[in-house]
Nanobody, 123 residues
Framework: QVQLVESGGGLVQAGGSLRLSCGAS????????MGWFRQAPGKEREFVAA????????YYADSVKGRFTISRDNAKNTVYLQMNGLKPEDTAVYYC????????????????WGQGTQVTVSS
């Protein structure tokens, strides 16, 4: 059974940093593209970042480019999202996703999803 478990969310002041982690079990991580999405109250889920199987290629939403960094450790079956320069508009539930194909991850139609972790940025 595949399971993705996010952690690292919390409350932070604007300008602060957080690092989210997503641990994967039940799948061989290096075979999967991984991504992060977020959903704010009353809004649709949106793409944040994605990373290739090897970690050599990364993809970002314009809204987080230059502030967020996605990375992965395939030995630990874990993907990370380092978030710096946080803004109140980054407040959302952040979800981890995995799929064998990059397009599915980018579109938000990946096969596997975590339960989410709340990130709240105060002004």
């Amino acid at each position: 059974q595949v399971q993705l478990v996010e952690s690292g969310g919390g409350l932070v002041q604007a300008g602060g940093s957080l690092r989210l982690s997503c641990g994967a079990s039940g799948l061989y991580g290096s075979l999967y593209y991984m991504g992060w999405f977020r959903q704010a109250p009353g809004k649709e889920r949106e793409f944040v970042a994605a990373i290739s199987r090897s970690g050599g290629n990364t993809y970002y939403a314009d809204s987080v480019k230059g502030r967020f960094t996605i990375s992965r450790d395939n030995a630990k079956n874990t993907v990370y999202l380092q978030m710096n320069g946080l803004k109140p508009e980054d407040t959302a539930v952040y979800y981890c996703a995995a799929d064998g194909g990059l397009s599915a991850v980018l579109r938000g139609t990946g096969d596997y999803w975590g339960q989410g972790t709340q990130v709240t940025v105060s002004s």
